[in-house]
């Protein structure tokens, strides 16, 4: 028998709001048929099938750019789900036959998961989506098809590379303070860390740069601001 197969590309976009860490989800928009009711409607991650002349990496690009408008947007694949059922559930298959010509295909995804700065834009509806919405971390809804699982897997990723590829500062502004990088890690690794011990070890970094340049328009004592410098190399 012929294999009925199609590789997709699936997206979980971390933001961070100065309070929290976010995910980016998409709302399923009603079809012009009508054919999908309010209660058919699904919450998901961003994500597409692979066009035939794209690569992964490519594909997992045009995916955020249609959200996001940005180029050069942080990206790592990170895993790839397999499930032969992983789409055929009753409410995934109603979405799928709003958008798909061949709904009843197995589908293989690769996952990919990626960081911005959400000062840096709005999210914005897409082809594929209704709707763009941030959801905290510790928020996220019941979503269509696996996407809970891959969420959870791109945060455990996320968590394990935090300080072997730096990759926190992706998430911060451009300049930001050291209670605002010890804040990020915490909520990250879910967890107190010690600010001594923390401040101690980042101005060992080469990579952290400090600017003789001050918080502006806050009600406590200004911070001294900093900066990550990616091109120079690591101590």
Avoid at 128 to 149: C, Q, R, S, T, Y
């Amino acid at each position: 028998m012929q294999n009925q197969l199609d590789v997709s590309v699936d997206c979980v976009l971390f933001g961070f709001d100065g309070e929290g860490l976010k995910v980016l989800l998409i709302e399923q928009g009603l079809d012009e048929s009508g054919s999908l009711s309010k209660d058919q409607v699904q919450t998901a991650l961003p994500g597409d099938l692979v066009y035939l002349d794209e690569s992964l990496d490519a594909s997992a690009e045009r995916v955020l750019k249609e959200l996001t408008s940005l180029d050069g947007i942080y990206l790592k694949q990170f895993h790839t789900f397999g499930d032969p059922q992983r789409v055929k559930g009753l409410k995934d298959q109603d979405w799928l036959r709003s958008f798909r010509a061949n709904p009843e295909r197995r589908v293989i995804t690769v996952a990919y998961y990626s960081l911005v700065k959400m000062e840096d834009y709005q999210p914005q509806p897409s082809s594929f989506a209704g709707k763009a919405i941030w959801v905290d971390v510790n928020e996220i809804p019941d979503l269509a098809f696996d996407h809970n699982d891959i969420a959870e897997k791109a945060l455990t990723v996320l968590r394990e590379e935090l300080d072997s590829k730096h990759i926190g500062f992706e998430l911060l502004p451009e300049k930001f303070t050291l209670s605002q990088l010890q804040l990020l890690y915490e909520i990250i690794l879910d967890k107190k860390l010690d600010k001594r011990n923390f401040r101690k070890n980042i101005k060992k970094m080469d990579q952290v740069i400090p600017l003789d340049e001050k918080q502006q328009g806050v009600f406590h004592k200004p911070a001294q601001l900093f900066r990550f410098d990616k091109e120079n190399p690591e101590d």
